[in-house]
């Protein structure tokens, strides 16, 4: 339903406060403040978008099949073909070790960069997406 103007203002009121304490902890840490927002978000299992890891990570290991089956070392497969679904999770599970702090920014990036490359789009429509793109690189 729609908000009563009391609950609007408390809420305004607690946006400020919200804000005047993460523009605090960007000044004490030097990360930016659209980057402690992510991190408090993932600490805390908020979903602030509907990425699904697995899924860009099935893309990004079908274009990147080397390199992720090199992080299995000794335990990668020698035959040739398409990798069984226990092989792609144990890559997964690989990348995410290599990358511990920065992998689901680095999926969402890569599923965006996808998006942003794939089909066509008009002038306008692909300059929104690429501000949108750097935007969220510039808080990485």
Do not use: M
């Not at 990570?57 to 035959?79: C, G, H, I, T, V």
């Amino acid at each position: 339903g729609q908000r009563n103007d009391e609950t609007n203002a408390t809420l305004q009121e607690g946006f400020v406060e919200l804000e005047h304490v993460i523009n605090d902890l960007a000044c004490n840490t030097s990360i930016p403040s659209s980057q402690i927002i992510s991190l408090w978000n993932k600490s805390h299992a908020h979903t602030v978008n509907n990425v699904n890891h697995w899924n860009t990570y099935a893309n990004y290991f079908k274009n990147n099949l080397k390199q992720e089956l090199s992080r299995l070392r000794d335990e990668a497969p020698e035959a040739p073909g398409t990798p069984s679904a226990s092989v792609r999770r144990k890559c997964y599970d690989a990348f995410k070790k290599s990358f511990p702090n920065d992998w689901q920014d680095i999926l969402e990036i890569y599923g965006e960069t996808a998006l942003f490359l794939g089909g066509p789009q008009t002038v306008s429509a692909r300059g929104q997406e690429f501000q949108k793109f750097t935007k969220k690189l510039s808080g990485l």
